[in-house]
């Protein structure tokens, strides 16, 4: 099968939708099938690489680290187009989206889209519910699904949101899948030694980390206005936060006003081949997202090993069984006093990460890719 996956978010990205594209990239080239990716260059200059097609593209000007492109019938399009692909996977309804449709049009293509965005939540915040926003999304939502055969969401709480809404007969629930293998790789107590000590950090035992996009969707900001009271319990927490984006600098201003610069270390962005090493550097695992729909940053944490601390969220339904993998939390005195347990008993923390390694092989990439593959059969008639 020939399958054109078309995204926003590629190589020079890190995050969860990156992540979801290249698993499923290399698994159905490990599969046999024919795949090409289109996505946007990090330059203005359009180029291919390999199976890798990438239009020239600019920054959004309030959001540089993503990017887009009016050049609807760039060259590399029309390679597409003769080409000729069995199937289009779209992972973005925005600038890719737009040619990816064009391609479909030209070739008489399906298209099934994946949608990874709580956009209602993304743009309104805890206005998300209103009937004017809801109306909102139904109406975007109606003409950008329009053109797909199916629409996939990772988890069943995306299924209910606003902008699918007049797409229920179309959606299918598939979760996201991890490659266990990228992240089960050993790191020497050296390399170890010498990151934490980078960070200004000492491999203490009590050490949490987060993989996360710097942005106020993410809700960071939550984790460090805690750490206070956690430090009080454990004078020695550590928090090393991976990862870059448009919040980091009041994040950092927040740790410098509030006398936690010893205790917390943002290390920015890393290449998406080197994460695994700082996972491996961590004890525990926190995030307080209510943003996720199935976030990879927790499957890729479980899969080394690491106990979840999440705030509630019915994202972690299936990913996160409270006091088997790790904890929820809902309030501050929940987080200072589960994580604080975690940390400072090691049998527990023993015992929780079994549970959290298990629960990673039961996601694993090979299922996704299974569940995938059958969609994309149903669609094309196979």
């Known amino acids: 099968m020939k399958v054109l996956i078309a995204t926003d978010c590629y190589t020079f990205q890190t995050g969860g939708i990156t992540n979801v594209v290249l698993s499923l990239e290399k698994g159905l080239r490990d599969r046999g099938h024919e795949v090409k990716v289109l996505a946007l260059s990090n330059t203005g200059k359009s180029y291919r690489d390999g199976d890798s097609y990438y239009v020239g593209s600019l920054p959004f000007p309030d959001y540089p680290e993503h ?68 109306w909102l999304g139904k109406s975007w939502g109606k003409g950008v699904y329009k053109e797909a055969v199916k629409v996939i969401v990772p988890a069943q709480k995306a299924a209910g949101f606003a902008h699918l809404l007049p797409h229920q007969d179309k959606v299918v629930v598939i979760p996201n ?3 266990t293998e990228r992240y089960r790789k050993p790191v020497s107590d050296d390399e170890k030694k010498a990151l934490m000590e980078a960070a200004g950090f000492t491999d203490n035992g009590h050490t949490l980390v987060m993989v996360t996009r710097l942005s106020k969707e993410k809700n960071v900001i939550e984790i460090l206005e805690y750490m206070p009271p956690l430090i009080k319990a454990v004078p020695d927490v550590q928090l090393l936060i991976v990862g870059d984006g448009p919040d980091r600098k009041r994040l950092e201003k927040f740790v410098l006003e509030n ?16 994460v695994y090493k700082y996972y491996n550097l961590g004890n525990v695992f926190v995030s307080a ?15 080394v090993g690491l106990p979840l601390v999440c705030r509630e969220d019915m994202s972690l339904r299936g990913v996160l069984d409270d006091g088997v993998n790790g ?5 501050e005195q929940e987080f200072v006093e589960k994580t604080s347990k975690l940390l400072e008993d090691a049998e527990l923390r023993g015992k929780m990460s079994r549970a959290a390694w298990a629960k990673a092989d039961a996601t694993d990439v090979s299922h996704f890719i299974d569940n995938t593959l059958a969609l994309y059969d149903s669609v094309c008639g196979h």
């Open 67 to 134: 990017r887009f492109s009016l050049n609807l019938k760039d060259p590399l399009v029309s390679e597409l187009i003769a080409w000729n692909p069995d199937i289009i996977h779209l992972h973005t309804e925005f600038t890719i989206c737009r040619m990816a449709k064009y391609i479909a049009r030209k070739t008489g293509t399906p298209i099934v889209m994946t949608t990874h965005t709580d956009f209602e939540y993304f743009n309104f915040g805890r206005f998300r519910n209103t009937a004017f926003v809801t």
């Open 177 to 179: 899948g991890i490659m």
């Open 259 to 274: 006398g936690i610069k010893e205790h917390v270390h943002f290390e920015g962005r890393i290449d998406p081949d080197e």
């Open 289 to 303: 997202s209510l943003f996720e729909l199935h976030s990879m940053s927790y499957l890729e944490a479980m899969s």
């Open 327 to 331: 904890y929820i939390y809902e309030t």
